[in-house]
């Protein structure tokens, strides 16, 4: 597939419209949670309402990787907030690009700026790139989405619900808001979270070997869960209730470039996913094209 993606994420943005969209409008202004870290384990009333804000960082990479191979990823924060910092190792594992913005004014880290700057320098020392993403709802991005278009690229807007310029929405080619996102699941009351404490684990020692081979190639759950999220990709994108499969495991591959069926013991796309028929049903036609969908 000949189409690169490029991500931009204004990721204070992000988090705040979605602590708003979840807990009330200006609830982040209400509560400053800035300083408080995402708890595996939430406790205090704020640590809760942190962790059912939770972003699906997944979910808009993901999403990201339907329009093409993401070649250019960029999230943009103060890092130095115990809020934002805790996504750092999720952000990194994804490939992601974390760029430094201390806040200047005491209010605005200018994200915005910074992001549209190297955005346009990104596009114009990379042609190859045809799609960029770009998760934020500032209309302070309208100018950006539009010279990106001006450019000859097609630009795809993600945004939280009631945090999104309208007129945003209408400079982008296409937009979705992050709920709606494939894999994005409506999050719990705060009030119906309970914490509990995690039980212990049994930890099998693994040889070297052993750890390189785990870090490789996603392991039967893991792709399971792959397929499940690639065609729910496929399904947003079509006006189908199927999905072709050749699509799908394409889908999977840009989603994780190491999957590949044989490594689980299949010798064909097909027989994996014939063999997960709890999660996925499939369809042969008479032209030899599979078709899948949900169970």
């Known amino acids: 597939m000949s189409e690169r993606v490029a991500v931009y994420i204004d990721f204070d943005n992000v988090v705040i419209s979605r602590y708003d969209d979840i807990h009330g ?56 907030v115990p809020a934002n910092a805790a996504y750092k190792d999720e ?8 760029v430094q913005l201390f806040t200047a004014s005491g209010v605005k880290n200018g994200a915005d700026i910074r ?3 190297d955005a346009v ?38 945004g939280v619900a009631g945090s999104t310029s309208k007129a945003l929405v209408s400079a982008c080619n296409e ?14 009351e705060a009030d119906q979270v309970v914490a509990k404490t995690p039980a212990k684990k049994s ?24 397929l499940v999220r690639a065609i729910r990709v496929g399904l947003q994108k079509s006006d189908d209730d199927w999905v072709h499969a050749a699509g799908v495991k394409s889908q999977m591959q840009r989603m994780d ?8 013991g299949f010798t064909s796309f097909r027989e994996f996913v014939e063999s997960r028929s709890d999660k996925v049903a499939s369809k042969l036609h008479t ?9």
């Open 121 to 158: 320098e990104d596009l114009m020392r990379h042609p190859e790139i045809s799609h960029v993403v770009l998760v934020a709802g500032d209309s302070d991005y309208v100018p950006l989405a539009q010279s990106c278009k001006q450019l000859g690229r097609y630009v795809v807007g993600i």
């Open 91 to 98: 952000l990194m594992g994804r490939a992601l690009h974390l």
């Open 203 to 226: 930890v099998t020692k693994k040889t070297p070997a052993a750890k390189n081979s785990a870090a490789r190639v996603p392991q039967a759950e893991e792709a399971t869960d792959l």
């Open 257 to 264: 470039p190491a999957f590949t069926e044989k490594s689980l």
């Open 25 to 80: 409008k200006q609830a982040w202004r209400k509560d400053d949670p800035r300083k408080r870290g995402r708890s595996a384990t939430p406790t205090e009333p704020i640590d809760v309402k942190l962790a059912t804000a939770q972003v699906d960082i997944g979910a808009v990479i993901d999403y990201a990787a339907s329009f093409g191979s993401v070649s250019l990823s960029r999230a943009y924060a103060d890092w130095s």
């Open 115 to 117: 992001l549209a700057v």
């Open 287 to 295: 032209n030899g094209q599979l078709t899948v969908r949900l169970a």
């Open 175 to 188: 937009f979705i808001d992050y709920a709606h996102l494939p894999g994005v699941t409506p999050q719990p």
